[in-house]
């Protein structure tokens, strides 16, 4: 029965890669700590300002025995057909309004002090800007549509922000956030304490010459009750230099501030009850320094480490992509990687149960718009291979 839905669509995938933008994707995904075997078809199109993704989606908890089942995972399974065919995108972006509904993608707020690419990965949420002249307001509602029949709408995620930015004049920019988890509690964090509920911050960016930016935050923490509420200080500065963009700054936390907390490793740090908590009261100086590469179309990437001042062990993260270009009989590489690990280095080795780390290597098959390939990820001290089918090799 799996081969035969598999086959059907596959017809389907044929026909849309020649006038659509369409993900494909047979494998394991993780979503809110749970891991489902998906078989996902995602065609998208735009047209003039609109971009939709209607896609189509069936799971199962098993790849060989498990029961098939259509749409999003969820904890209430649906064998109804007409929810497989799922929202990935619907966006409307005009001059004075930007609207999506989709699949989340990393968020940074500021200057990423509080928050730097927040993703809860494989969940929808609404993200929604108003823009006047100079002013512009922005927030991120975490729902999404599980279900047509019976129809059924809840929270995707915990984690709702909202941001005013203004326009000083043209050499000054200024943006100021909050951001709340409204499922905060102690059981969440590696300590069995106060937990950070509530965030915010300032930030403003002034440029210097005509490639290098000055900026500075000011951001804070706090309980649900307001009780416990910390500090932070960033400052940095950002260099465009088209091939290469460094950046660099540092920090000064004061009463258990937590920097850069909400990040992409939130989710998985929470449902892990791994959370930092705001048991500290000590103020630190840290460093936060990097680099972008931007190589179009050959070679994008970035690289940073933060940490603090003091003898302890930085953060490293990074990700790049290198794209062989057909050339004779070859036809051409695609090679996509992404680091992060909380300790780099520890006991002298590049890799350990600490690292997060994706090595894919795609294979073009119609041009770059149909790749298939073969994806290495670490895992506490070894790597598992996989394989994929992709009209565009994301990452």
Known sequence: MKIKKLLVIFVLVLSLIAVSQTYINIGTIERNNEKFFVYELSPEFSIGPVTIGIGFTSYSTDVVYGEMYYGIPSSTPSTNILNAFVINTFALNTDLFEFRYGKVKPITLA??????????????????????????????????????????????????????GYNLSSLLKIQSYLIADVDATVSYTEDSSTPVKYGGGIAAYIPILNSIKIGGEIAAQSDESFQ???????????????????????????????????????????????????????????????????????????????????????????????????????????????????SPFEDGKLLDENTEAILRLSYPLIGNNFVAGIQYKWESDEWFKSIFISSVSSF
Do not use: C, W
């Open 228 to 342: 416990k509420i910390s500090k932070g200080l960033f400052a940095g500065v950002f260099a465009d230099l088209g091939l290469i963009n460094p950046m660099g700054g540092i920090y000064y936390t004061m009463d258990g501030y937590i920097p850069f907390l909400f990040n992409k490793k939130y989710s998985l740090l929470k449902f892990n009850s791994n959370l930092p908590s705001m048991s500290s009261t000590n103020n630190t100086l840290g460093y936060f320094a990097g680099a972008d590469i931007d190589f179009e179309p050959y070679i994008t990437g970035e690289f940073y480490v933060y940490g603090l001042l003091e003898n302890s062990t930085p953060v490293a993260e990074g990700n790049v992509r290198v794209i062989l270009p057909e050339l004779g009989n070859f036809s051409g590489l695609i090679i996509d990687g992404t680091y992060f690990d909380d």
């Open 111 to 164: 200057m990423g002090f509080n928050v730097r690419k927040y993703v809860n990965p494989n969940t929808r949420a609404f993200d929604i800007t108003l823009k006047f002249s100079d002013l512009s307001l922005y927030t991120h509602l975490p729902y999404e549509i599980l279900k047509y029949i019976p129809f059924e709408f809840s929270r995707s995620d915990s984690i709702f922000m909202t941001s005013l």
